[in-house]
């Protein structure tokens, strides 16, 4: 109860102004970064890492949970209005928005978009404020070896979940590791891998790797793939009429869609959240497919469905609540966006788990409250003020933009330590994840393999340690079993399971 | 592209590559000496050797995946490939030079010259050189607002402070 309560006082640091304006600046950064197409939520995040040095925890925080909302509801925006998802999650949003946008039903589609995403983003941060204590419990009670199985089911379905790059998967997530091995060893005070250079006896930062996978990278393929078709198509599209009053859909459009609709929406979405990997385009994906097989209109869908556009809006911001929990409760980051909040928390010396919650709640609690009142309230005012001209806002002209993102990035870098050396790690990882982001490598499944690796080590180390080497001891503890077992079903769902053939 | 020739594609020259990087990290994990050990402890080398192995394997599975797909689009294959490549060589050789002059030419002109090198790869106001100057200028003056001015970052003067 006490935990709640103080999950529950974070509402009252957001009324001072420095947060406040680190959570609105946040979320505009993060409606555009989501909205843009080829720019992500994760990459706002990546290049806030460095300002994270300069800033206190609490706004840093804030202002990441309230990106993360955005990026994920804005990505409808473009979806809807020029048929190009400004994320991966607005895919199924683009389907359908689409259509109604052709019907002359535009505003009205991202009204739909605003309101799912607004009722889902809200759930979704609730569920976590409320289920946050009880979880915390619950982890307390896994032991060395159940920590062990934990990260290593948490890696085995990072790589799966891309069933037709399995391989790759493999590959990015061992780099990742061996990555992390450089540096001091994690039980012993002896460095690893520095190659006889004292630069290199630290080990390597997580904001170089971050900064050159997603930001560096970016302005890489950018300028691979540079040419004007999109800008075409955005000044087109600056022609279009979008009126503010259609932006509010009509109540008997709410109610045949049903308010129980979201709620499963946004439930599904917080439980895709929690797993790793699954990531905003899986939650919206599957509470579309549930959506549709359950409706009573399934010959809308495809020709401009408003249940639909909810169900996916709703499910992809009730992930954001559900990808904090186990990021929060064990340190596992479920996807690239709490993994750079989780090296946003180890710049400020604060360990995730049960002891971070239960004694530093009080620095948390702000995050989750930014979460919630960034769909609760940031989402339909954003809407309102600036739909008219959301079209507009994204027609920036991509030179000015990389340029601009590559001086964040790498200036970025330079800000952490005052080291021109932590720069050319950023270039050096971009260029490679450049390379492998070609080769369909995920830079993702290499970010999670660098942050997961020492636990990975330390885990396994500690339980032979303390059961005389016998590796057993994974089998003969019932938490640790569990994970293995949960592993070996995921495994099996993803990858051997052939789905059920439909009439 | 029968051969030797399927051997140079990008698909299997980046997991040789990263086999050259295992094979060093191979190689270095055998110098990781443990400070002590105790029963049934496993070194501080072990998982860099499990690593290792996984990843030569993980590799080795790649490479044969790469041998076995047909042959791409020689069209895809142009527009992604040397002609394509152009530009993003032209960002990192830039990039390069921009952290090499980062220290020694100070932030500001360093800066105007990485985004003018940029302005000029991605094109953009090429035609307009007032317009290409003021918007260099116009960037650079931004982002030191906002890392020296609101974030109190200590940026580099000119001539690494000299000036």
Known sequence: MDMFLTL???FAALLDWTVLAFMISGFLIGTFFGAMPGLTSVLAIALLLPITYSIDVVPALVM???????????????????????APSSMMTAVEGNQLMRKGFGANALGHAALGSMIGGSLGALLLMAFMP??????????????????LFALAVIVIVDKGNIAKGIVATLLGIMLAT???????????????????????????????????????????SWDGGLSRTLAKAKDLKILRRDFIPPLSEIRAIGFLAYIRSAIIGYGIGILPGAGGSMAAFVSYAVARSGSKKPEEYGKGSREGIAAAESANNAMCGGAFVPMLMFGIPGDPTTAIVLGVLVI??????????????DLLAPMLASLFISALVLIPLTLWLLGPYFVRIVSIPKGLLYSSIAVVALVGSYVATYSVFQMFLALIFGVLAYFMRRQNYSTVSLLLGFILGPDLEQYLRRSLSLNDGNPMVFLTNPDSLFFLGLTAVAVYLILFRRPRRTA | MRGSGRFLTAGVLLPLFFLLLTVIYTA???????QFSGDGEIGPRTIPLLA???????????????????????????????????????????TAAYILLFAPLGYVISTLLFVAA????????????????????GVTAVFYGLFAGIFGVRLPGLLGGLL
Do not use: H
């Open chain 1, 8 to 10: 529950s006082g974070g």
């Open chain 1, 64 to 86: 990441c949970s309230s990106i993360f909302m955005a990026g994920m509801y804005s990505g409808s925006i473009t979806a809807t209005t020029i048929n190009i998802p400004g």
């Open chain 1, 134 to 151: 009880v979880a915390a419990e619950i982890s307390l009670l896994i032991r060395t070896p159940g920590k062990f199985s934990l990260v």
């Open chain 1, 182 to 224: 450089v540096g001091i060893d994690v039980l012993q005070p002896i460095p690893r891998f520095n190659f006889g250079t004292e630069t290199l006896v630290e080990g390597i930062d997580i904001m170089p790797l971050v900064i050159g996978a997603f930001a560096v990278s970016e302005v890489l393929i950018q300028a691979q």
């Open chain 1, 348 to 361: 400020n010396g604060l360990q995730p788990g049960p002891r971070l919650l239960e004694n530093q709640a």
């Open chain 2, 28 to 34: 270095a994990a055998f110098d990781i000496r443990a």
């Open chain 2, 52 to 94: 290792a192995v996984c990843m030569y394997a993980a590799l080795l599975w790649v490479i044969v995946q790469e041998l076995r797909k047909p042959p791409e689009d020689p069209v895809a294959d142009e527009e992604a490939g040397e002609g394509g490549l152009l530009r993003p060589l032209g960002v990192t050789v830039a």
């Open chain 2, 118 to 137: 940029l302005f000029a790869i991605f094109q953009f106001e090429t035609r307009r050189p007032l317009r290409f100057v003021l918007a260099a200028a």
